[in-house]
Structures are given as structure tokens and as C-alpha cells.
């Protein structure tokens, strides 16, 4: 691990722990509005902790979409691909999801999506989009 990666790291646990109770008590979730910061909790990879995770993401339909272009060098998408039984708060209300993640083209977590069209179709064009470095997940609420 480099210096930059170890600084970068730093820098985003210190910010969570600033956002995330905010987030998760609501602060950040406009009821009308489709974007919406979230607290996503995850399992730990490593560790099997929960870990809580604060991040911008946008309404797609009944699903809701979270991105990074840190790729794999976010420990989030690291444990959704781990785990992606995940829970997430929005508007201060806390809800069970799974996790469909997509990156460099491929859907990492599979799932049986061709009897949804819209899921289909929303996994098919950010597919495309991950190409070109991003990683998405999106939230299926249980």
C-alpha cells in the first residue's frame, strides 16, 4: 500500500465519521428529490464488522443506484461482493436490500434479472458505463 492509497483511505474514514450519523438520521434525503445521500451498512470483507458507509445515490425506479470511480479501492464494493445482503438508511429509515454490483462491464453479483425489465435494463446500461472505470451497485429493497 502507498502512501497516496494510505492518505486517500485517511481521508475518507475521517469524513464518514463526520457524515454518516448526520446521513443516517436523515440529513441528506430530500423526500421528493430522486438523488439522496444514503448510510449503506455492509460486512466487513475482512473483518465481518458492520461497517456504515455514507453515499450519494440516485432513485432508478423502485432500485437505487450507488457509483464510485475508486473501483476496488472503495471497501464498500469490496464487501457487497462479499456479501450483498446489505441494509441501508434513507430518510432516517432503515431498509434490507440486496446488492447487484457492476464493474468493468460485468455484473459481479449474480442474479436472475431478465424476469425484471427495468432491472434489466438499468443493469445492461450501467454495464456499459462501468467500462469506462465506474463501479455501481444497485439496492434492491427486500
Do not use: C, H
Amino acid at each position: 500500500m502507498n502512501a497516496l492509497t494510505t492518505l486517500e483511505q485517511r481521508f475518507f474514514r475521517n469524513l464518514n465519521k463526520v457524515v454518516e450519523p448526520a446521513v443516517r438520521r436523515g440529513v441528506g434525503s430530500p423526500g421528493l428529490s430522486p438523488a439522496a445521500l444514503i448510510v449503506l451498512e455492509s460486512t466487513g470483507f475482512k473483518s465481518g464488522a458492520q461497517r456504515r458507509t455514507p453515499l450519494l445515490s440516485v432513485a432508478a425506479g423502485p432500485y437505487r443506484v450507488v457509483s464510485t470511480v475508486r473501483g476496488d479501492r472503495s471497501f464498500w464494493v469490496k464487501n457487497l461482493i462479499n456479501e450483498p445482503r446489505v441494509n441501508y438508511f434513507i430518510s432516517g429509515n432503515p431498509r434490507a436490500a440486496q446488492a447487484l454490483v457492476i464493474t468493468d462491464g460485468e455484473l459481479v453479483t449474480p442474479t436472475d434479472i431478465e424476469e425484471f425489465p427495468l432491472l434489466s435494463a438499468l443493469v445492461s446500461l450501467l454495464r456499459r458505463r462501468s467500462r469506462q472505470g465506474t463501479t455501481f451497485a444497485v439496492l434492491l429493497d427486500d
